[in-house]
């Protein structure tokens, strides 16, 4: 069997599985992508053929990843990853800026509960927060709430927070955060303050790198490609049009930039 038709054959296996499963339909657009412009990947597919076939199951592995990265963290998608990112920090701000408000409501209202001889029968106590919050919690009915009770009857309000401290507390967590992403691929793929095609060459390095042997991966640890190489699958997986597409001159400048440490 040649190379371009192992491969092949591993995206259309790929393709019934999902199908047969109800599962992954954007990575079988990528893998359709694919197929349909076999002839721009025939010397991509003998590269990958000649590194990987020996190491089952490394070249299904590997034609995953194009397809997964292509499919989740495509320049598209990491727009929109970055304006999530600014999403959050912003909310954050914004619980910082309301929650100090609110501890300063709450204090105020302790104080008129305190001094003007009157009371408005709302919650003082964190603990009763706690239970009114959990009253259709079954699991914190069952198991938590006879202990809570047993603290509260054995500590008095001096022992616990006010609702402002708790509030403040609120604040300052969120004024503290620091925007973090959750997995390598995303990390990789955002570093670059602005979208790019990039994105895609970062995030499937960073999980080349995941999915290597050094990390208990099925890909062997020396596993490189050339820019070229690369250059094609992108432009397939990612489905370039004449004038978008890259080539191994636009790999290589990207892959020294990352040795450089530089967008």
């Not at 657009?29 to 490394?58: C, M, N, S």
């Not at 598209?76 to 701000?93: F, P, S, Y």
Request: hydrophobic share 40%.
């Amino acid at each position: 069997m040649n190379p371009q038709q192992a491969c092949e054959d591993l995206l259309l296996e790929g393709k019934q599985y999902n199908i047969e499963h109800h599962i992954l339909p954007s990575e079988n657009a990528v893998a359709d992508r694919l197929l349909a412009r076999g002839v721009e990947l025939k010397d991509a597919y003998d590269e990958l053929h000649g590194k990987l076939h020996a190491r089952p199951p490394a070249l299904q592995v590997f034609l995953g990843l194009v397809l997964s990265t292509a499919a989740f963290w495509n320049p598209q998608k990491m727009l929109k990853a970055r304006t999530a990112r600014n999403d959050l920090t912003n909310v954050n701000q914004q619980i910082a800026r309301k929650a100090n408000e609110l501890a300063e409501l709450l204090d105020q209202r302790t104080d008129l509960h305190n001094t003007s001889g009157f009371s408005s029968e709302t919650h003082y106590h964190v603990g009763d927060v706690i239970e009114a919050a959990s009253q259709n919690n079954y699991l914190f009915q069952s198991y938590v709430q006879e202990k809570l009770d047993a603290l509260r009857g054995q500590f008095d309000l001096k022992y616990w927070p006010s609702l402002g401290d708790f509030m403040r507390e609120l604040a300052s967590d969120a004024e503290k955060a620091e925007m973090a992403a959750t997995d390598p691929l995303t990390a990789a793929a955002t570093a670059a303050t602005r979208p790019s095609k990039a994105d895609f060459f970062k995030a499937l390095f960073a999980s080349i790198e995941e999915n290597s042997t050094e990390n208990y991966g099925q890909l062997p640890r020396a596993f490189k490609l050339t820019d070229r190489t690369l250059a094609s699958l992108a432009n397939c997986a990612l489905d370039l049009g004449p004038d978008e597409l890259v080539d191994e001159a636009y790999v290589k400048r990207l892959r020294q930039r990352e040795r450089n440490g530089t967008e």
